[in-house]
């Protein structure tokens, strides 16, 4: 379904340690999609925060949660962690964003 790269994972680990709180995840969400304003957004997700209906993807040392909405927007993405000409960026492809998908509702 969603592909997290063990870079990207690093990078979510270091970003939820310096936040200091304990039980916290990454919220994977899909902002207008089937529209060509399609985006994806990430937040942090305190645990209680977290709603009936979100898929949980199980990574080392934390989830990542995305609401039922979401996933048919974000089925096949992949998230890297990837250098640049100076430093990382945190690279969300998601092929089915910006198009049609059956049972989806923007």
Do not use: N
Request: charged content about 25%; glycine content about 12%; overall charge negative.
């Amino acid at each position: 379904m969603i592909d997290i790269s063990e870079r990207a994972q690093s990078y979510f680990r270091k970003l939820l340690a310096e936040q200091g709180s304990s039980g916290w995840g990454i919220r994977l969400r899909a902002r207008d999609g089937g529209t060509l304003k399609g985006d994806c957004e990430l937040s942090f997700c305190e645990p209680g925060e977290i709603a009936d209906d979100e898929w949980v993807l199980e990574c080392e040392g934390f989830s990542v949660y995305i609401d039922s909405a979401s996933v048919p927007w974000l089925d096949g993405a992949a998230l890297d962690y990837l250098p640049t000409g100076t430093g990382h960026a945190l690279s969300v492809r998601a092929p089915r964003l910006r198009g049609d998908v059956d049972g989806a509702q923007s």
